[in-house]
């Protein structure tokens, strides 16, 4: 059996990062507790690890890429149909339904993060872009910033039980693979993963940089 590192550091840090943060948000804003001045905060720090994140989609090691996991909705499909028989293809990296969901909580949640830039709670707290739209425009970004939270539930839902699935009845240890980030396999061709400096620099600058202006930025 051997032992393969699959997905770096700067993957796993952003992977339990996201987590984190999101889990922080959900207390926050559905909290019967004036907790506006942290939900906005920790908004910024998704906002920034989310496109820290995409970024290395780009710019990051083999298996971190959106070009070697991200198969098409074909693909995903087979796939999915190969779990209900039991005999699913095996995969070092992403399997093409979980790539698919990794595309779908990015997008879901920067439309989370996106929207609640321009929300307020119309009292004391308005997010750093309100003034820049009408205020029709706001109440219904903020209406869609109240709803997605959701969805974005089922979805982590459904994420959890897909690993759930992976680990109990697939033997795939996924849980951790994502904390120490090698995977055991006896067969499968992997490549070598090496964190590419210039690629953590770029995204790191890029989502710091970002950060730094919503903090600048009144609220």
Not at 34 to 60: C, K, T
Not at 91 to 107: E, K, Q, S
């Amino acid at each position: 059996m051997k032992s393969t590192l699959v997905w770096d550091w700067p993957v796993r840090i952003s992977h339990w990062l996201i987590v984190l943060l999101f889990t922080g948000l959900i207390v926050t804003g559905k909290s019967e507790s004036d907790y506006v001045q942290y939900h906005f905060y920790m908004g910024y720090g998704l906002s920034a690890v989310i496109i820290a994140r995409v970024l290395y989609g780009f710019y990051g090691s083999y298996y971190a890429r959106f070009s070697q996991f991200v198969k098409g909705p074909k693909v995903a499909f087979r796939f999915a149909m190969s779990l209900l028989s039991g005999r699913p293809k095996k995969y070092l990296g992403h399997n093409p339904v979980g790539a698919l969901m990794v595309v779908i909580l990015l997008l879901a949640l920067s439309v989370q993060w996106g929207t609640g830039l321009f929300t307020s709670d119309e009292v004391f707290w308005f997010g750093p872009f309100n003034a820049l739209v009408p205020e029709e425009f706001a109440s219904q970004l903020a209406t869609i910033h109240r709803f997605l939270p959701n969805v974005l539930l089922g979805l982590v839902a459904v994420h959890v039980l897909a690993v759930l699935y992976h680990e109990l009845c697939l033997k795939e240890r996924l849980i951790d693979a994502m904390v120490h980030g090698r995977k055991k396999h006896q067969t499968m061709t992997s490549v070598e993963v090496k964190t590419p400096r210039w690629g953590v620099i770029f995204s790191l600058l890029m989502g710091l940089s970002w950060l730094a202006a919503l903090w600048m930025m009144p609220i």
